[in-house]
């Protein structure tokens, strides 16, 4: 019976932590996103790592069909209003703070 009940104990205590941890790392995502509209500098931040050969440029959900330009398919295209793709109406509206940060310094 006591063990019993100290199981119990010890796996809420778990779930707890576990949905905890979740929640916490879904709260940095959030703050770390930036979302449109964008600035016309930033616009150029996002331009500049779309052109970045060291990093994954944010690509077209339905880019499978789509020409290759900028080096892959369907290279999301940034905006003052989003994220825009040329070859269908995919948009997207966010991006991560770092990438539009980059060059706020010079
Ligand atoms: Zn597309």
């Known amino acids: 019976m006591k063990r019993g009940r100290r199981n119990a104990v010890v796996g809420a205590i ?3 932590l576990w949905t ?5 790392s879904d709260a940095q995502r959030t703050l770390n996103m930036v979302r449109a509209p964008f600035t016309p500098e930033q616009v150029l931040n996002l ?3 779309q ?11 339905n880019r499978g ?3 290759e330009l900028l080096g892959d398919k369907g290279v999301l295209i940034p905006t ?6 040329m070859f269908c109406d995919y948009t997207q509206d966010w991006a991560h ?5 980059q060059n706020e310094r010079h």
Not at 52 to 57: A, D, G, L, T
Not at 80 to 85: A, D, I, P, R
Not at 97 to 101: A, E, G, L, S
């Open 80 to 85: 003052v209003k989003g994220w825009v793709c």
């Open 20 to 24: 905890s941890n979740r929640a916490r």
């Open 47 to 49: 331009w500049t790592w």
């Open 14 to 16: 778990g779930l707890w």
């Open 97 to 101: 703070d770092f990438m539009v940060r």
């Open 51 to 61: 052109n970045n050969p060291r990093v994954h440029p944010f690509t077209c959900r």
């Open 65 to 67: 069909d789509h020409p």
